[in-house]
Structure formats: C-alpha cells, structure tokens
Nanobody, 124 residues
Framework: QVQLVESGGGLVQAGGSLRLSCAASGRTFSSYYMGWFRQAPGKEREFVATISRDGSRTAYADSVTGRFTISRDNAENTAYLQMNSLKPEDTAVYYC?????????????????WGRGTQVTVSS
C-alpha cells in the first residue's frame, strides 16, 4: 500500500508560481505511475498531468500545457507539479494519485491510491 501526502499549495496572485509536492510512503514508489488531478468547487475532478514510472513520458491537460510541469524523483519517493503563469481558473484542490495498471494515464479510475489534496487559490 502507498500513502500519498501533498504539500505546497497556497494563495498566489495571477501570473505567479507554485510547486506542489507529493510524498509517497513505502519502498515501491518507482513501481507506480503518478498523476495530478484537481477539483474546483461545484465541478468534477479533472486530469491535470501524468508521468510514467521512470519519468520518461508525461502528458498534460490542454488547459495547463506549457504552464505546468510534472516530474518525479524516485530516490526521494516524491512527485512534483511545477505550476507557472497561474490563472484564477486554476483555483482548486489538487490531488496526487498513484497507479500500477498502465504506463501512465489520464483516467482517474485507473489510479489505485490518492492523497487528501492541497488547496491552490489564485487571485485575480
């Protein structure tokens, strides 16, 4: 089993940056592909970014492409989401997730473990 803990959220002005971290417990972090998802109030959860086990492949939602970067450090059991040029519409609770079934995935249903989330608020 894997436990995931997100950190790094907060309040930032539009155009600013934040880096989210997702710390994973256990010694099998490199066995999981990782994903970041977000959920805004009154909206469904949506895919943000995903990264393969070795970090060689990434994919992004169209809304964040060119602004967000997902990465991972398997030695530190941590995944990251660097968010630049933030917009008010990026305001949401951000969740990291770990999955084992595929190479990487945009589909939240393919992930096995989830963190509790970290709030990101972007003011205009």
């Amino acid at each position: 089993q894997v436990q995931l803990v997100e950190s790094g959220g907060g309040l930032v002005q539009a155009g600013g940056s934040l880096r989210l971290s997702c710390a994973a417990s256990g010694r099998t972090f490199s066995s999981y592909y990782m994903g970041w998802f977000r959920q805004a109030p009154g909206k469904e959860r949506e895919f943000v970014a995903t990264i393969s086990r070795d970090g060689s492949r990434t994919a992004y939602a169209d809304s964040v492409t060119g602004r967000f970067t997902i990465s991972r450090d398997n030695a530190e059991n941590t995944a990251y989401l660097q968010m630049n040029s933030l917009k008010p519409e990026d305001t949401a609770v951000y969740y990291c997730a770990a999955g084992r079934t595929y190479y990487c995935s945009r589909n939240g249903d393919t992930y096995d473990y989830w963190g509790r989330g970290t709030q990101v608020t972007v003011s205009s």
